[in-house]
């Protein structure tokens, strides 16, 4: 199994910031918890033998607030099943797609205060992750 992947690399966050900031964004999640949540010793949710998606929930409950204030909104979600193409040992807990009515929303999110106070919850859940930003485009009959 690869290793987790739970926050963006600078260099990923650069490119990230270095995209159009006043367009419409729709960001895939992909999520794998930990078994148990790892908090930082002094935590308020530190010994309270938590799951990972014990945590991610808590950490949806606490942010989803903040996700709203700014426009921003859960347009699909979903439980992964079997990954048909891709690295069999990449295997995922849930799936969400988390659009923003721009890039900035997104940004304004993350700088927010209440939203970093959440976010330990986040950290504190997630073994390994995706985040891809796609920009959204009109649906057809056609794949392409």
């Known amino acids: ?14 490119q990230f910031k270095s995209l159009p900031r006043d367009e419409p964004i729709q960001m895939l999640n992909l999520i794998r918890y930990r078994d148990k949540a790892a908090y ?14 014990d945590a991610y929930r808590e950490y949806g409950r606490t942010s989803g607030p903040v996700l709203q204030r ?35 929303a997104f940004f304004a999110m993350i ?10 919850n986040r950290t504190a859940a997630v073994a390994d992750s ?7 485009r009109e649906g057809g009959a056609g794949f392409a």
């Not at 690869?2 to 990923?12: I, N």
């Not at 930082?40 to 033998?49: C, F, R, T, V, Y």
């Not at 700088?111 to 330990?120: K, M, N, T």
């Open 1 to 14: 199994m690869s290793e987790g992947h739970v926050d963006p690399t600078r260099e990923a966050f650069d």
């Open 40 to 53: 930082p010793a002094g935590h308020e949710n530190a010994g309270k033998d938590w799951s990972g998606a």
């Open 70 to 104: 700014v426009g921003g909104r859960i347009i699909w979600r979903g439980k992964p099943r079997v990954t048909l193409t891709g690295p069999s040992e990449e295997q995922w807990d849930a799936g969400f797609i988390a659009e923003y009515p721009s890039a900035a």
């Open 111 to 120: 700088s927010d205060e209440e939203y970093q106070r959440a976010v330990i």
């Open 130 to 136: 995706r985040l891809i930003r796609f920009d959204p």
